[in-house]
């Protein structure tokens, strides 16, 4: 339900949701001073929790890795138009606020991997350390689960990927220096726009695109493989930066680029639509028809193979631009293969005859 009509200072959403999966909903009921409400009474909790397990088997054909690994639950980033919002439903939490305010926090995500790689049939796959979430949104800072995570796949030379938008990932520098010197890691960081009024508003609580960019640079001299992702791209709003934002990664050190474009799946689309008018009421409508344009009339598109990149007139513009970009600044450069052939648990004495 709604909280306000107001935006919420540093959150993405200014929308508590209704959660699909239950009958009752919650909210403010008096809009009054609300901001300083949701700012000194309602700050971001971090919840403890034991998770049973920590891999993820994926099966969409839409993306590379086969597995992914989440340390956290919601996202403090607070990005409005987040795919991964109605993930926080299972867990009886609205996808609007709570998605970024409410974070779950896997304490125990360290020795579950661990666990997980000494299983017999484990045979070193890529795994994946996003997908529902950011491994280095502003907690990890505290709790420093992905850095725990990384160090495991060190020691059993496990292959792993990263996504982020956050130069928090700089802190473990000396980690991924050490993976990527046996091509075990590969980076995309998420570099979404060089405007920074519209980065503030669009993804509160990250970093900012000077701050990406230093990133990449600082990660590429270290010889660890980097790449831009551009994503999402929003229809008249970060995407007449395309150009710019690739040349820039490049010149930074980028091995190569990707992009997917927006898509209000599930409650995304009410939260992003709130956002758009609380921000940009100017051309809300007219992002909301060209989002449309690139899923068939629809805010969203559910089916593998054109959900991430879209369908039809303007959407083969943005790919047919993307192609040419990438092609002149990328030409000679690729993201090298990880390898999952050195995959081995190290040896633990005589426990291990009980594996």
């Given at each position: 339900m709604?909280?306000?009509?107001?935006?919420?200072?540093g959150r993405g959403s200014s929308l508590q949701v209704p959660n699909r999966f239950l009958r009752r909903a919650y909210g403010v009921v008096h809009a009054e001073g609300v901001d300083e409400v949701e700012q000194e009474a309602y700050p971001t909790r971090f919840i403890a929790t034991e998770a049973k397990s920590i891999l993820n088997k994926i099966t969409s054909p839409d993306l590379s890795f086969p597995w992914t690994l989440n340390a956290y639950q919601g996202c403090e980033h607070g990005c409005s138009y987040c795919y991964a919002r109605p993930t926080h439903e299972y867990w009886g939490y609205s996808a609007g606020?709570?998605?970024?305010?409410?974070?779950?926090?896997?304490?125990?995500?360290?020795?579950?991997?661990?666990?997980a790689l000494r299983h017999p049939r484990w045979?070193?796959?890529p795994i994946?350390?996003?997908?529902?979430?950011?491994?280095?949104?502003?907690?990890?800072?505290?709790?420093?689960?992905?850095?725990r995570l990384l160090a495991i796949a060190l020691e059993y030379k496990q292959p792993v990927t990263l996504i982020t938008k956050n130069a928090l990932i700089l802190r473990d520098l000396d980690l991924l220096k050490a993976l990527a010197e046996q091509?075990?890691?590969?980076?995309?960081?998420?570099?979404?726009?060089?405007n920074e009024p519209l980065r503030r508003v669009l993804e509160p609580r990250t970093s900012s695109g000077a701050e990406r960019l230093r990133t990449m640079e600082r990660l590429a001299l270290a010889?660890?493989?980097?790449?831009?992702?551009?994503?999402?791209?929003?229809?008249?709003?970060?995407?007449?930066?395309?150009?710019?934002?690739?040349?820039?990664?490049?010149?930074?050190?980028?091995?190569?680029?990707?992009?997917?474009?927006l898509r209000t799946n599930g409650a995304v689309q009410p939260i992003f639509e709130a956002w758009l008018q609380h921000h940009f009421p100017d051309r809300a409508e007219k992002i909301m028809a060209q989002t449309?344009?690139?899923?068939?009339?629809?805010?969203?598109?559910?089916?593998?193979?054109?959900?991430?990149?879209?369908?039809?007139?303007?959407a083969e513009n943005i790919s047919r631009l993307f192609r040419v970009l990438r092609k002149r600044h990328f030409v000679d450069r690729c993201m090298p293969p990880l390898d999952s052939s050195a995959f081995k648990p190290p040896a633990r004495g005589q426990l291990d005859l009980f594996q």
């Open positions: 709604p909280i306000d009509d107001n935006p919420i200072k606020l709570d998605f970024e305010r409410v974070v779950l926090v896997k304490r125990n995500a360290p020795e579950l991997l661990e666990k045979k070193g796959e994946s350390m996003s997908g529902v979430t950011d491994p280095y949104q502003p907690r990890e800072r505290v709790e420093q689960l992905t850095h091509r075990l890691v590969q980076v995309a960081i998420s570099f979404t726009t060089m010889k660890v493989p980097v790449m831009a992702m551009i994503a999402p791209i929003i229809p008249a709003l970060n995407e007449p930066e395309i150009p710019d934002l690739l040349e820039r990664a490049a010149n930074a050190g980028a091995l190569g680029a990707s992009y997917t474009v449309r344009a690139l899923h068939g009339g629809k805010p969203n598109d559910s089916v593998h193979g054109r959900r991430m990149r879209g369908a039809g007139a303007f």
